[in-house]
């Protein structure tokens, strides 16, 4: 399996917080079944984090990996961001500021829970015009996706990327993000399942379980579809299918 949303670059942003947090992430990762990981750190985040792309947070990828290699944990690790949308993130782009998911034209964003439709959909448009395929983090937890979650379907027909988070599917966060993540592994609304993982205790890198309920809820190839095949694809910046048009 790959998980391409995981905050496990330590001492970032509100995720792993030492260099042995991330080395349990990675092996509990392991364990489960995952053999890549984008590590995906907070970007943009007005007040809180910023993490565009520099040379001292591309060291921070490489120490990483390399400790990674030290400890003999057989996990790869790929470069990317959660970018979080403002108005500024066209202008981030032009900049170089911002970096896709393995250094592919695949980006993974994110908006503010209480967002509105109208200005997701406006940002959404402005970075495709500056060449990115956005890959939307975790759908199923907007307020106005819950609201009306049909626009997913419309989102999938424009070409963009969801994905959806582990703990949604399980109630971790709260029965309206449980029902709009349930509701899209059964319509076929969905790209992919990302751990989301901020520690190795609570939200976690194991995707084993993730696998298991899809796999349940649809079917083995559906699991393989949403949690290896479209990740790899976007990995080597292949396009993707939603599972509605794949199966």
Not at 36 to 41: F, L, M, N, V, Y
Not at 182 to 197: R, Y
Request: charged residues 25%; contains cysteine.
């Amino acid at each position: 399996m790959i998980d391409l949303h995981c905050h496990i670059l330590p001492g970032v942003d509100d995720g792993s917080a030492t260099d042995e947090e991330s080395c349990m992430m990675a092996q509990l990762a392991v364990e489960s079944g995952v053999t890549a990981i984008a590590a995906t750190p907070h970007c943009n985040v007005p007040g809180q984090f910023q993490n565009y792309c520099s040379e001292p947070l591309r060291q921070r990828f490489g120490r990483l990996n390399a400790l990674l290699r030290a400890r003999e944990i057989p996990l790869k690790l790929y470069a990317g961001m959660e970018v979080y949308m403002t108005p500024e993130v066209p202008g981030l782009l032009r900049q170089g500021k911002l970096l896709p998911l393995g250094g592919s034209r695949y980006l993974l964003v994110e908006f503010g829970f209480d967002e509105s439709r109208r200005f997701a959909e406006q940002m959404l448009d402005a970075i495709r015009k500056e060449g990115v395929i956005p890959v939307v983090a975790h759908p199923e937890r907007y307020r106005f996706v819950q609201r009306e979650r049909e626009c997913l379907l419309h989102w999938i027909g424009e070409g963009l990327v969801l994905q959806i988070n582990k703990g949604s599917l399980f109630g971790m966060f709260g029965r309206s993000a449980a029902q709009v993540a349930n509701w899209c592994l059964g319509e076929g609304c969905i790209h992919l399942i990302g751990s989301d993982a901020h520690s190795p205790f609570r939200r976690t890198t194991r995707l084993a379980d993730a696998w298991d309920y899809a796999a349940d809820f649809d079917s083995p190839e559906i699991a393989d579809f949403l949690l290896e095949k479209n990740p790899a694809a976007i990995l080597d910046d292949r396009p993707v299918r939603p599972v509605l048009a794949a199966f």
